[in-house]
């Protein structure tokens, strides 16, 4: 169950070897979370987290085999959890792939698993979730949006269009599960120096894991549906979104 400040008890991360995901878990850790599982493909990688997270205070960690694109074996992994544990007052969604936009704007098969991995197979693991959380009466959904979703550039259009595709999905699942109990928390985060953006050189306002992780972890405990990192972003995009489209062409970064 959740303490008066939202944090819970018990934690699922959906793509548990994400630099961000792991970096919330050790923050909820450390504050009052007990309980984690870490859905993952090969789970074995993450034994090593699993032994740091034990004497941080986690009494039960659990490493799952779970791989989001294969979305009917992903819901039948989400719902075992469910029925493992009981309650699990919070799933992180943070599996997720950037691709190579050289590849997949000319390689339709490419660009196909990139739309996937971060909005079908994304949709679907957070649908059999919030299914579990209504059931329960309660929980709280962490998306790992961006803001290359909130408007499309050129330079990233196959993984800005997935993210736009799954932010706008819970946006509007968001407000369908008003009065339920669940909510569905949407972090946009810039450009975050972690595994995923290793190889490219950071953009303005760039970030690390920990920095989205606090934020992450401030949101749980507000009420607002989204979270910007860093949060300058958010009025960044909001003038961004109503650029004329000749003058947003230009902008480089
Ligand atoms: N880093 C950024 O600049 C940035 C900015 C905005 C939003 N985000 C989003 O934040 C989330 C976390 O990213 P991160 O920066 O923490 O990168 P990361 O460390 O690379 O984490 C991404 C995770 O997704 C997992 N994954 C990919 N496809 C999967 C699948 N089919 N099934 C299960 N797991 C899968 C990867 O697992 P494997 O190790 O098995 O590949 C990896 O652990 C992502 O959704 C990303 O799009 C990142």
């Known amino acids: 169950m959740q303490n008066a400040l939202g944090a819970g008890q018990s934690v699922l991360v959906l793509g548990g070897g994400s630099d961000i995901g792991l970096a919330t878990v050790r923050r909820l850790v450390a504050d009052r979370t007990r309980t984690v599982v870490l859905a993952a493909r090969s789970p074995q990688r993450l034994a090593g987290v699993a032994a740091e997270l034990r004497p941080a205070g986690a009494t039960t960690v659990e490493l799952v085999d779970w791989d989001a694109d294969d979305t009917d074996t992903s819901v039948q992994v989400i719902d075992a959890v469910f029925d493992t544990y009981g309650d699990i007052d919070l799933v992180l969604v943070t599996a997720g792939v950037l691709g190579d936009e ?3 704007q000319r390689v339709p098969a490419e660009a196909v698993k990139v739309l996937h991995t971060n909005f079908v197979a994304a949709a ?25 979703g909130e408007r499309v550039r050129a330079d990233n259009l196959v ?8 932010d706008g999905f819970c946006q509007g699942l968001a407000d369908s599960l008003v009065g339920t109990g669940v909510r569905v928390l949407v972090v ?10 290793a190889h490219l050189q950071p953009r303005p ?34 003038a961004m979104r109503h650029l004329p489209r000749p003058v947003f062409r230009r902008l480089k970064a």
């Open 102 to 104: 050289s590849v997949t």
């Open 124 to 148: 679907a693991a957070i649908l059999a979730t919030v299914n579990r959380m209504r059931a329960q009466g309660h929980g709280t959904v962490v998306v790992l949006s961006s803001v290359a």
């Open 159 to 166: 993984y800005g269009s997935s993210k736009a595709g799954l």
């Open 188 to 197: 946009r985060p810039g450009f975050v120096t972690t595994s995923m953006t």
């Open 205 to 238: 306002m760039a970030t690390t894991a920990d920095a989205v992780a606090a934020a992450i972890v401030a949101g749980i405990g507000g009420n607002a549906p989204t979270v910007w990192v860093p949060g300058k972003l958010r009025p960044v995009m909001a």
